[in-house]
Nanobody
Framework: QLQASGGGLVQAGGSLRLSCEAS????????MGWFRQAPGKEREFVAA????????YYSDSVKGRFTISRDNAGNTVYLQMNSLKPEDTAVYYC????????????????RGQGTQVTVSS
């Protein structure tokens, strides 16, 4: 099970840190990623990290503002979001797959519950 947390309401230019904690099984050998979906829009890939944490990938819309990381045990993944914009408003959720390339292409084996991020202008 994957559970995202850390969302909330923030003003434009502010920061939030999302966490995704795994339980019930280990994801230390899985690539992890963050996706988001705004009302009326399709799901969007945000960021991904390889199982070792050595490789990271970002969508062009968040590159340079967001940072994905994972803890040493590999079962918690974070998304540090800086310089937030109103267009970042969405439900964010984490996902896992055995291949980071699959996550980058927008697919995954496991997905958790989301957390709402709202950025006011």
């Amino acid at each position: 099970q994957l559970q995202a947390s850390g969302g909330g309401l923030v003003q434009a230019g502010g920061s939030l840190r999302l966490s995704c904690e795994a339980s019930g099984r280990t994801y230390s050998n899985y690539a992890m990623g963050w996706f988001r979906q705004a009302p009326g829009k399709e799901r969007e890939f945000v960021a991904a990290i390889g199982w070792s944490g050595g490789s990271t990938y970002y969508s062009d819309s968040v590159k340079g503002r967001f940072t994905i990381s994972r803890d040493n045990a590999g079962n918690t993944v974070y998304l540090q979001m800086n310089s937030l914009k109103p267009e970042d408003t969405a439900v964010y959720y984490c996902a896992a797959d055995s291949h980071v390339g699959v996550v980058v292409r927008g697919q995954y084996d496991y997905r958790g519950q989301g957390t709402q991020v709202t950025v006011s202008s």
